[in-house]
């Protein structure tokens, strides 16, 4: 039996342990109370350029001497006994190479003695020089843009197709939010044109000639996300340059924040506090920056669903509720379905050079009995896709060119939506249930004792069944 962190563990269990801590994607550096190294994996070892034996049994001063007792959070951590949570760090590792990770150090306490720390690291480099060059191209275009047509791909509430009476409310609010400086709220599943939206009530309203930018909140981890919103100052974090975030970037414009309910509480308390004072801080900054930017928000998930989850904070939803869009899904609109799949022809008979005028029947019964997950960007897909598989000379798009497709039914299949009458998905397992119940009453000659028991229901729940569907009995 062995020892690790005052937990007892036999040989076969610490053998796993060491496998998972050497081979993780999660850099790990552990030292005991006299800060020498005792584990120290690849990952880590990758990461700061060094080999693991030249890390092990090493003090941690000597292996990092430019780090001192205050600047190392692995020492801090042993002197204070109090753990420090995703702190971001950019730094040159020993091969010269410039790396940002996201960090905890965390005690490591046996019996209320203190034998050791551990820090876990992982590797956001690639995703820091990314968002790095977004933050530097955003900043360019707006350079290049003033006084100058931005080209950028704009949307207008007229590229928005349908008849829907959902869909033409929608549009009817977001008209009246053209004319508006409030915030909006945007609420609609994946694919169903939530930024289209927001583009068409910047790009129609009364901010139209100032800079607009969309920013994806579930995209960017946390720890950067901060830096990208609100800018950095010099020193903030180790390895932090003097940089505006895209408040700055979208004064006196639109701010377009994607998946609002993907961001940390912690981040979404910090948004609610620009949005009430209008000023932002920098990260690592004292100085206080007055801001003008009208915040469009959208999320997948029903916000309300979100407060009770407890991703979306209640008292931010307020603020940015003041205008309120629901998109419905395409599974609502089914009366737009035909009409969407000959825009999407149109376009895509200029793009690939095709000639078609026509969709069979067939194909329309099935894309109106299909439940499209994916709503009308699926729509789009589906047809770009059959597009390609057609000639030049075809005018019809039939079944067989949706082969690259997943929801047309073969000869042999059946759709389980086909019997349903685009019901909702409450009212078909109840129609379900209420069929199985039925069966297994005729099955047991309308005994409910046993009809429960063929069931593996209790005998008061079959009741309950009976008495909500009204099922006759005999």
Not at 127 to 146: F, G, V
Request: net charge neutral; charged share 25%.
């Amino acid at each position: 039996m062995n020892r690790l962190g005052g937990i007892m563990i036999n040989s076969l269990d610490s053998l796993l342990l060491q496998n998972i801590l050497q081979f993780g994607n999660i850099g790990i550096h552990v030292i005991d109370n006299s800060r020498k190294t005792t584990i120290y994996n690849s990952t880590m070892a990758q990461l700061e350029g060094l080999e693991i034996d030249q890390v092990i049994g090493k003090d941690l001063l000597e292996i990092f001497p430019s780090l001192d007792e205050d600047t190392s959070t692995l020492i801090k951590v042993l002197k204070t006994r109090e753990p420090i949570f995703n702190s971001t760090q950019t730094y040159l590792n020993f091969k010269g190479h410039s790396i940002t990770t996201i960090s905890s150090t965390i005690p490591l306490i046996d019996n209320k003695k203190i034998i050791g720390a551990v820090e876990i690291a992982q590797d956001l480099t690639h995703t820091k020089i990314l968002s790095d060059q977004l933050l530097e191209l955003q900043n360019a275009l707006r350079k290049d843009n003033k006084g100058a047509k931005p080209f950028i791909k704009k949307y207008s509430l007229h590229n928005i197709i349908g008849q829907n009476d959902k869909l033409i409310a929608a549009k009817k609010i977001a008209q009246k939010a053209c004319e508006s400086p409030s915030s909006v709220l945007i609420y609609g599943e994946t694919g169903t044109g939530k930024e289209m939206f927001a583009q068409s009530i910047h790009y129609n309203g009364i901010r139209k000639d100032k800079t607009f930018i969309a920013q994806n909140c579930a995209a960017i981890p946390d720890s950067l996300l901060e830096g990208i919103l609100f800018g950095t100052e010099k020193g903030g974090f180790t390895g932090a340059i003097e940089r505006e975030g895209i408040f700055e970037q979208a004064n006196g414009g639109t701010l377009l924040l994607d998946e609002i309910n993907s961001m940390s509480l912690t981040l979404q308390a910090k948004l609610l506090r620009v949005l009430q004072e209008g000023y932002i801080r920098r990260v690592g900054g004292t100085k206080d920056i007055p801001i003008d930017v009208r915040i469009i928000a959208t999320t997948n998930e029903n916000p309300i669903d979100s407060i009770e989850k407890g991703t979306l904070r209640k008292d931010l939803y307020y603020r940015l509720n003041v205008i309120n869009i629901n998109i419905p899904p395409l599974r609502e609109r089914l009366d737009d379905i035909e009409l969407l799949t000959y825009y999407f022809i149109s376009k895509y008979n200029k793009i690939l050079n095709k000639n078609i005028n026509k969709v069979s029947p067939d194909v329309l019964k099935d894309f109106k009995n299909y439940f499209w997950p994916g709503n009308v960007r699926e729509l789009e897909n589906f047809i770009e896709g059959a597009m390609n598989m057609v000639s030049y000379n075809d005018k019809i798009l039939n079944k067989e060119d949706f082969v690259t497709s997943n929801f047309i039914p073969s000869s042999k299949e059946k759709l389980i939506f086909n019997n349903f009458d685009n019901q909702t998905l409450p009212e078909m397992i109840g129609n379900i249930e209420q069929k199985v119940i039925n069966e297994a009453l005729k099955i047991n000659n309308y005994n409910i004792s046993n009809a429960a028991s063929f069931l593996g229901i209790k005998r008061q729940t079959l009741q309950a069944k009976i008495k909500k569907y009204q099922l006759m009995q005999k």
